[in-house]
């Protein structure tokens, strides 16, 4: 039984060993080595979403399993490290979709049913602040699981060169 409960700062320090680990093994068969180094550099937390009540954690036993947020902000994806990424402007619940951001399972815990889980409460927590429909920025790796999901895919980008190598993401969006 997983619980529930939003983020605050003290969270942080596991919040990043869990980000690390997902994308070390979960992207892998999705990125090359290359791809994944340079994910680091495209995807994290920011902080920002911890700071607006947004971030949500999900526990067993009292160890954090999965992570994941929504948005009222423009950012669509990156964390605090993430140059040129980041944009704090508030978005107007009318005519915006609402932002799924940083979406983690630690892989002890994937593929069973928390990613869908943590997804359904950020949905659910943007339709209450009036929000109508979201859009992600998604990993090769998360793809399978937004579309079952109901998120169809908008664009197909490579995000800007970390050393020479571009990430391949999916922007996705559904009605809410």
Not at 158 to 169: F, T
């Amino acid at each position: 039984m997983f619980t529930f409960r939003w983020a605050d700062a003290a969270d942080i320090p596991a919040i990043a060993v869990l980000m690390d680990r997902a994308i070390s093994v979960l992207q892998k068969g999705f990125l090359s080595p290359a791809e994944i180094a340079a994910s680091r550099s495209v995807m994290g937390l920011d902080t920002q979403l911890i700071a607006d009540g947004t971030y949500l954690l999900a526990e067993r036993d009292g160890r954090l399993a999965g992570c994941g947020g929504w948005s009222a902000r423009a950012t669509l994806y990156g964390g605090d490290h993430s140059h040129g990424l980041r944009d704090a402007a508030m978005l107007d619940p009318a005519s915006d979709p609402a932002r799924i951001r940083a979406m983690y399972v630690d892989p002890n815990f994937a593929r069973q049913g928390l990613g869908r889980a943590i997804l359904a409460r950020c949905e659910a927590a943007a339709r209450a602040a009036g929000f109508t429909s979201a859009e992600m920025m998604a990993t090769l790796a998360g793809e399978p699981l937004y579309r079952a999901c109901g998120y169809a895919p908008i664009e197909a980008i490579r995000s800007a060169p970390v050393e020479g190598v571009q990430v391949p993401l999916i922007r996705m969006g559904k009605p809410l």
